[in-house]
């Protein structure tokens, strides 16, 4: 992880709100973004791939960007295959994640 932004925290800080929890990741795999970056330096605008872990009533929900959008925004094609890549990697995270969940719920 690159970032993380508690929203929660600041907008009751900036705000006075009030909200359920929500936390925004940045994540970043340097290799990846170095490629991207070699291809177009206006990808830096979608980096990092965002994920967002939030409370939703009683339950947690994880969210994460399709690294595609890479592609769709920028137009470029040549993208594709590292968009793919980091797609992939997100994937098995959250795949990695429901695991635990559903091992640490058997015990």
């Keep these: 992880m690159l970032t993380e932004i508690d ?24 290799e990846l973004a170095d490629q991207a970056l070699g291809i177009d330096h206006s990808v830096g605008l979608l ?7 939030r409370s ?3 339950d947690v929900l994880v969210e994460a960007v399709d690294p595609q ?8 094609a040549e993208l594709g295959a590292i968009a793919d890549e980091a797609a992939r990697r997100l994937a098995a995270a959250l ?3 429901l695991d635990s969940v559903s091992v640490a719920s058997r015990d």
Excluded: F, W
């Design 47 to 53: 980096l990092p791939c965002n994920v967002v872990i």
């Design 7 to 30: 929203v929660r925290a600041t907008l009751h800080e900036k705000l006075g709100r009030q909200m359920e929890d929500y936390l925004i990741l940045g994540a970043c795999n340097p």
């Design 69 to 76: 959008i890479l592609v769709t925004v920028t137009g470029r």
């Design 95 to 97: 795949e990695s994640l």
């Design 56 to 58: 939703d009533r009683h």
